[in-house]
């Protein structure tokens, strides 16, 4: 074992010492140290082993251009398993990489903790590699072009689920009963052991709820057209972006987090004054605020920070427990720190001059919030899977406020129509109109 | 729990990724060669190799937000107000709008920029385009080199070793040898060898005149349509052949020789003139490029303004390039977004249409938008006629 590895260990236990010590609970945790080559891949892949598509590729690219280059660097990538991943570059510098390793500590204990992270699959590595052999043998069966523009097609709509289906209740108040439901194996039980034939095969004819949040699941099973492999790569498509909805929905918080202690973590640790000054220098970098732009790191710091000065360090585990995003800024975004961040609502006046227009905190709150709903994406629901009783698909945009891209809106419907096969609709606000947009498979309309 | 170090030297996920996506791009490419032909960064490259041109048909779709009527949240200096200016939009993506309806339609900067190759570009636009009725001419043969493999021989250097032909070579020796078709250990008369010959195909000779109309009423836009078309022309014909002579003339009234460099470079005013190009021209061919002995191809780029008294001799010296040059190419630039019947008769190109009698070697385009100029290339190059390949 070469000395940096050795010395990478000390550091670990040590920093996992002083971390429990301040009452962080992270799952165990593997380090791996990589070249840059694999940070960005994974980085770009949000996790390893996944399947092929050219958007990683675009996204590697990137990436790797912008570090070689020297615009920007990643320190850290870890993933949200039990045990976790984290990722260290192998040109870091050891004092790098302990601020990355308490970094990394605190955002494992968010994961183990939060409770939105609760349902989120703490397996995903591996059923991630197994989508991406899964999707590869697709490639072979099907062809390579087949697969990349079907999920071409899927990818554009991958936002559309519903991370919070397990809050749904049955709707009668209750929760449904539990009857074990048909399975593959039942023919291996002996005749008496068999469950009763369940009796609710009439609400099968009344179709299924709506509205349904949940587009690429409503798609996977309901779609007229898809073939059985294709149904596949939907649910697969949608299982990742369920694990990964968590972490849209906490980025704030999340990194708020990590930043606050790896700060503290770093503190306790005995560091020369070289190492301080480089810690110091580092940590400046992370937590500084982007003029004209939101840093979360700094946010999400400050308001960390802002809650500990003014409810004690026990609140704060309060919070990394229950809060999201949206709950943080609107139980704890106040006025004081608006002032201090120096926050502001701008837009574009004239079709030519983006401008502050909202500085009174509350509404710059509130928008702030609105922004953050549904990660940031247009809530898009299924509002009828037989409309005109021609198995035509509606959609239905929750109208909020803001209005759709309508050249992004029409293509995202082409690729709607790929997975539907029959015409799509949407209902949106344009121009302050109500309008439904419509694309039949070979022609965009609009009423 | 611990630090791991592996070896990663075979993962190239991400670069066969890399790769699809590059794929994709050379893909967009193809489809969008319209508008990349006549897109400034390539015309204007200046010698650089890569530049970048917008490509459309890559961007990721989504459902999202339209970020121009959006509220955005950010942060400032600490000494913000409302009223302050945080960023203006550039200028160029307005006006483009066709009512207020389709604002959603520009998104402006927000599309994905190709680094392209100039010289991918140029292989792919020049992929089917030829020099149109091409005859062997008696003098001055321009030879182009190719190198072919053509013959098979048993001494040679090993990186021409023919490896099929040696197992045949070896299977056959085994078989008269021990009575049985198998392969055995090789011997050095075994192995054959592929050898190569340089063939020298003969070209013709051939010249091509440029004339483009520099007047008052040739604009910015026009100026550019026609230097575009000019510039992949004098690459198309550079690369592909070996030694073909351009002549290049400008003129408004007055027609003149002049250098590629004042060619591509100098604006000039007045009025228009189309015969004393005309005339210019057939004066070199007479002079310099006898079509006895030469393929001649003249193109002329005009906005069709012509001066009404010329047209007359205009189309007599017209029907004179037409008869007695290989090709006679006109292209009609349009005003930019201008409507197309605007000028559909009373212009050059109608009149050229009803008055010319040899047609069949004349070739005419209008351009009224710069994604015309590629299809304007493929019109003036495609196969026709004779071809001596």
Known sequence: MDREVAELERAIERIWEVGRGFGLDPFPTNFEIVPSTVMYEIGSYALPGRYSHWSFGKAYHRMKTMYDFGLSRIYEVVINANPSYGFLLETNSLLQNKLVIAHVMGHVDFFKNNAWFAQTNRRMVDDAATHARRISEYEFQHGRKVVERFLDAVLSIEEHVDPDAFLKRAPNGTTAPKTPRPGRYDDLLAAHELPAAPVATATRDEGPELPEKDLLGFIATHSPVLEPWQRDVVAMIREEMLYFVPQLRTKTINEGWASFWHSRIMRELDLSDDEHLEFAELHAGVVSPHTGQLNPYFVGYRILEDIERRFGRERLFEVREVESDVSLLRNYLTEELCGELDLFVYELVDEEEWTITEKRWERVRDQLVANMTNFGFPYIEVADGDYHGNRELFLRHRFEGSELDLRYARKTLENCQTLWGRPVHLETVVDGEPTTLRYDGSEHSED | ?389
């Open chain 2, 1 to 389: 729990m611990g630090v791991q170090r592996n070896d990663w030297s075979l993962q190239r996920k991400g670069q066969i990724d890399q790769d699809r996506h590059a794929e994709r791009v050379r893909e967009a490419i193809r489809q969008n060669l319209g508008s990349i032909v006549s897109n400034e960064s390539i015309i204007l490259a200046d010698g650089r190799k890569r530049v970048k041109v917008p490509i459309r048909s890559l961007d990721e779709y989504k459902f999202r937000f339209d970020h121009r009527k959006r509220k955005h949240v950010a942060q400032g200096d600490g000494n913000t107000s409302v009223g302050d200016v945080v960023a203006r939009e550039p200028q160029q993506s307005q006006g483009t709008g066709r009512g207020g309806r389709r604002a959603g339609d520009q998104p402006g900067t927000e599309y994905f920029e190709a680094e392209v190759d100039v010289d991918e570009i140029a292989r792919l636009v020049f992929e089917d385009l030829h020099l149109p009725n091409l005859q062997e001419k008696a003098r001055r043969e321009i030879p182009s080199r190719e190198t072919r493999f053509t013959e098979i021989r048993r001494t040679g250097i090993m990186s021409n070793l023919d490896k099929r032909r040696s197992l045949v070579e070896n299977i056959r020796r085994q078989a008269r040898e021990t009575g049985r078709a198998h392969l055995g250990p090789f011997r050095p008369e075994d192995l054959r060898y592929r050898t190569w010959e340089e063939q020298h195909a003969f070209e013709s000779n051939a010249v091509v005149i440029a004339m483009m109309d520099v007047s008052g009423s040739m604009g910015e836009f026009k100026k550019y349509v026609a230097r575009s078309f000019y510039f992949w022309m004098v690459r198309f014909l550079r690369t592909r052949y070996d030694n073909v002579d351009i002549v290049f003339i400008s003129h408004h009234t007055e027609a003149k020789e002049v250098t590629e460099e004042q060619f591509f470079t100098q604006g000039e005013s007045g009025g228009t003139v189309v015969s004393s190009a005309y005339r210019l021209a057939l004066d070199i061919i007479a002079a310099r490029y006898p079509t006895r002995d030469w393929n001649v191809y003249p193109f002329h780029f005009s906005d069709g303004d012509n001066y009404y008294s010329d047209n007359d001799e205009a189309v007599k010296l017209a029907d004179e390039l037409a008869s007695t040059c290989n090709l006679f190419g006109y292209g009609e630039i349009g005003d930019e977004e201008g409507p197309s019947y605007r000028r559909t008769t009373g212009a050059l190109l109608s009149i050229f249409g009803d008055r010319l009698r040899h047609t069949d070697r004349f070739a005419g385009v209008r351009i009224d938008d710069r994604a015309d100029v590629y299809p304007a290339l493929k019109h003036f190059f495609r196969k026709r006629g004779i071809d001596t390949d």
